[in-house]
């Protein structure tokens, strides 16, 4: 009621307890699949590279994200010019939150509208964080964000177990049915709106290539077509 009086900046609380300006931030972290804005205009990036041992996948207004993204690369770089070692990705997470929940507390100034998804390998192993607009961050084994996002964190939840002894491309395929299943019935999974990035104990960071995403897209339909199969037959066992 009357939240137009209460949303003109970042520092001003509604009578609830709530901060509006913040909140539509945390609306804007919506994307669950890379999109054209229309059929003449190409995809939008959604994957950075932040350093060769820490990548970010991107849910909100692409500009924010580049500025942060700057941020962190900057960062890394004085990590490593003055220490000659690679920074921990819990310090850049935390570095990040800061930046963020700085934007809340100035009138002047709105809450970055983007959500980062940060994975990197670093002394302590494989890392994955969630960077929040509001400042919250928090560290997953297995995490889904964005728009539609609740049917992916559903299948993670079913199968992270298995994560730590499974093999690169079983978990290109998890990853890639938890991005199937957050989409709509009437959307395809194409090579070319699908965007994947890996890094780990000796691989820098890196995205795959037309090619090895198309086999990601083909090996995920035949397991589908398989799982089809399966059920066929226990249906109808003669």
């Known amino acids: 009621m009357y939240r137009n009086l209460y949303d003109t900046d970042c520092i001003t609380w509604s009578p609830q307890g709530r901060v509006f300006q913040v909140e539509y931030a ?50 890394c770089l004085q990590h490593k010019f003055t220490y000659d070692t690679e920074k921990p990705a819990a310090r850049l997470a935390l570095l990040v939150a800061d930046k963020c929940q700085n934007n809340t507390q100035r009138s002047g100034k709105r809450p970055y509208g983007v959500g980062l998804l940060m994975a990197a390998c670093d002394a302590s192993g494989p890392r994955l964080f969630e960077n929040c607009p509001s400042g919250n961050y928090s560290e997953y084994n297995a995490i889904a964000f964005g728009a539609r996002s609740q049917a992916s964190k559903t299948y993670l939840e079913r199968h992270f177990q298995t994560f730590p002894s499974a093999t690169l491309d079983d978990l290109l395929l998890h990853a890639a049915k938890a991005l199937k299943a957050s989409m709509a019935a009437d959307t395809e999974l194409t090579a070319e709106c699908l965007c994947v990035g890996i890094v780990g104990r000796g691989q820098p960071w890196r995205e795959l290539n037309h090619e090895e995403l198309q086999t990601l897209v083909d090996r995920l339909a035949s397991s589908e077509a398989g799982g089809e199969s399966a059920e066929m037959v226990v249906d109808n066992p003669e």
């Not at 990548?55 to 500025?67: C, E, H, L, Q, Y």
């Open 26 to 75: 945390k609306q804007a972290v919506l994307c669950s699949l890379k999109k054209s804005p229309s059929k003449l205009a190409g995809y939008q990036q959604k994957l950075f590279c932040i350093d060769d041992h820490i990548g970010v996948a991107i849910s909100g207004i692409t500009a924010d994200a580049k500025v942060l993204c700057e941020i962190m690369r900057n960062a």
